[in-house]
């Protein structure tokens, strides 16, 4: 194990709709306000969003990012090390 290290994990979150290119700004405006740091680890899908963040912040994004724009509401769906593994579940229809 190494000390000081901070494990990487990637949250997947989804929508019910598809996300739009107004509504993914104004969520991504959103979710800088309350964590600036998190510009570069945003991922963005048709129906959702792939945020990296590690495991001690896990639980505070999990809460903090549960939004709603619009019609989108963002919700969290799965939690991963590996974010090809998340891309592969949304390929696969969110099961």
Known sequence: MTVGRKRKRYLLLTSGTSVGT???????LLILE???????????L???LIVRTDAERLAEV???????VGE????TKSVSGSIS???????????
């Open 22 to 28: 107004e509504e993914q700004k104004e969520l991504t």
């Open 34 to 44: 309350r964590f600036p740091d998190m510009e570069r680890r945003l991922v963005w």
């Open 46 to 48: 048709e129906r959702g």
């Open 62 to 68: 999990k809460v903090a990012l549960a939004l709603k």
């Open 72 to 75: 989108v509401r963002l919700e």
């Open 85 to 95: 593994k998340l891309k592969r579940m949304m390929k696969d229809g969110g099961r």
